[in-house]
């Protein structure tokens, strides 16, 4: 089984690769070679979103295809900025400037109550249907300035507590050992691994 990761992105796909390589006689692609136009992630839910990108990226390319979805949600915030992580200081905008909206959105609430979590949500669809969904999610604390210089995104502002540092402190391989993906493509990987390999 051919399965196309919903990205150009080979950081991403030689991560999912790794992750799924013991899955019989599946083959995991990026979309390079594929004409697909963008998918507007316009749905309320991280699930939602993922759902849309597999199903219409799925249909445009007749085959099976991996989408995720991916945000940070902050318990002072009401859950935001969700879905619209990537977009909550404006399209375009780098990983300092999210942080920085973010550091001021929380410029008065105490250390006790900048609590928050990374998820990640996946689907995989074909072009007649929706085979599996798996979430992944970590929870931490939102620090008080800019922490590390690896990373991406919120990495620079989200302390995890089992390692006593932000996501932007840990090498990229401590990263992917504890990050919300790799524990979505865990959770997946439990799925669609044949049961007669757990025993």
Do not use: W
């Not at 990108?53 to 949600?73: M, N, P, R, Y």
Request: proline share 6%.
């Amino acid at each position: 089984m051919k399965l196309v990761v919903a990205s150009r992105n080979p950081h991403k796909v030689e991560e999912i690769r790794a992750i799924l390589k013991d899955v019989p006689d599946l083959e995991i692609v990026s979309l390079d070679g594929y004409v697909v136009p963008d998918i507007v992630e316009d749905q309320e839910t991280f699930l939602g979103n993922a759902t849309k990108k597999a199903v219409e990226t799925a249909k445009q390319i007749d085959a099976a295809v991996l989408a995720d979805d991916s945000g940070l949600t902050v318990d002072a915030l009401g859950g935001a900025p969700g879905v619209y992580s990537a977009r909550y200081a404006g399209e375009g905008a780098t990983s300092e400037q999210l942080c920085a909206k973010l550091l001021t959105e929380l410029k008065d609430i105490p250390s006790a109550r900048r609590t928050a979590a990374f998820t990640t949500v996946l689907v995989v669809a074909t072009p007649q249907e929706i085979l599996y969904t798996a979430e992944g999610k970590v929870e931490g604390l939102i620090t008080e300035e800019m922490q590390g210089t690896q990373g991406f995104g919120y990495d620079p502002v989200f302390y995890y507590p089992p390692l006593k540092k932000t996501f932007a402190e840990l090498t990229p391989a401590e990263k992917n050992k504890h990050s919300h993906r790799y524990r979505a493509l865990q959770n997946l990987l439990i799925r669609i691994k044949p049961k007669q390999d757990a025993y």
